[in-house]
């Protein structure tokens, strides 16, 4: 980009411009002299009257003034927090453009790596796209006199208020409502990032989606709340159906929002929820899915793509508290499931054994290592499975993936860039991606897209 391009935009500056695509934030991509200007609340197909607010070396931010000409896909959601905070970027686009657009990007990812030669589903969505997550965690400040819940505007420290969260089960955000309140009600300072002085820094709850179980954590910097013993009464007043109350202990000068020093108040030490018939012990740091009507759906269609057979040898990689691992052993001869958090690993030990499967085993290792270390004893699965991180997979475990070749590779992804990357890699392993990518909206309203790609030895 020249600077004769980039001298032309100054802040407040006020323009007009075709919106002709989205970031992967939700961000309409509007180009003046072909440098990129990214806004909110503004839709592919879109004429718009913007003004420019920021102004940086390859591209800048604007503000939407006026719509000139609306998208067909554009919907009144009457949630302009969920787009001010950047919860839920998408809530002004329909349901079905959402999953196109899902579907698109998945199709642009793969095309950037060279790969063009296979078919990518339409996205498998949800009948009710709202209020699905079972957990949350939210931020509390100090702001306007009293403790305050939300999410902080996009690019920015202010906390913007938030009642309904739109993606939350609704018992959540009737819990983190009187949560707050009571911790208000007792005078609990909020932490503040600044001074670092102050208590409370987030709260978060999990709700069983099938259990109706609930579990309310304070995030705080001390390990015992001013005023304990009664807050715990009254919460327990207030919220009597609560199953878990917890103080997490979490000090730390991070971005990890959760500590792993945790305290139960009052109630259980965790909640259970079932899924696909198996009942799980779910604990404040267990990682598992935060929309459990499509997750069923995610891994009965991953165990069908992948073509099960009772004799053959499972590896679960990032296999977390055993929610895949435990949902196939009955198809298998065995499922074994390697997970680096090790209480992860203990959870997923415990409810092997509540759901009296005897033929899975968890290991506690980073799948990469271990992955050495099988192809290094020449251990032989038939099929392996990884729902890794968005970071994706690193080069090593996809060279040992090729050392033990397995017949088939189900690959469970939640960043399409990071699996069109890893795909590369894996066909010079010697494999090729045997059925259709078929991509599945697990988070609807947001730009995350869930995939399922299954690669066989060729």
Known sequence: ?????????????????????????????????????????????????????????????GRVLGIIKESPDRVRADHPEMIASGIAPLVNLSYPAQLEFKRKQIRQLFHKVGIDDLEILPTL???????????TVVPVKFQAGKLVTGFYRRGSHKLVPIEDYYLNDPKIDVVVGIARDVLNDFHISAYNEISREGIVRYLM?????????????????????????????????????????????????TNVQLGLDNRVLSGQQVIHDTLLGLDFEIGINSFYQVNPQTTAVLYTKAAELAGLKSNQLVIDAYSGIGTIGLSIARQVRKVIGVEVVVPAVED????????????????????????????????????????????????????????????KFVYISCNPATLARDAVLIKEQGYRISKAVLPIDQFPQTMHVESITVFEKE
């Not at 002299?33 to 800048?60: H, M, Q």
């Not at 009948?127 to 957990?135: A, D, E, L, M, S």
């Not at 099938?210 to 705080?220: N, Y």
């Open 348 to 407: 997923a030990k415990k409810n092997m054994l509540a759901n009296r499967i005897e033929n899975a085993e968890y290991i506690a290792a980073d799948a990469a290592e271990q992955f050495i270390k099988w192809a290094d004893a020449g251990v032989k699965p038939d099929v392996v499975f990884v729902d890794p991180p968005r970071k994706g997979l690193t080069s090593d475990l996809i060279q040992s993936l090729g050392v033990m070749a397995p017949l």
């Open 125 to 135: 969505g949800m009948k009710n796209p709202t209020h699905y997550r079972n957990k």
């Open 205 to 253: 709850v999990r709700h069983g989606y099938h259990s109706g179980q609930t579990m309310l954590a304070v995030v705080a910097t001390k390990k015992h709340l001013p005023h304990e013993k009664e807050i715990i009464k009254e919460i327990n007043q207030r919220i009597p159906d609560l199953t878990s109350f917890l103080l997490n202990y979490n000090p730390k000068q």
């Open 1 to 61: 980009m020249s600077k004769k391009t980039y001298s032309k935009l100054v802040k407040n500056q006020e323009l007009t411009g075709d919106v002709i695509d989205l970031t992967y934030e939700g961000l309409g991509v509007v180009k003046v002299d072909d440098f990129p200007v990214f806004i909110v609340n503004s839709l592919p197909g879109e004429r718009i009257k913007f003004a420019i607010t920021r102004v940086l070396n390859s591209y800048a931010f």
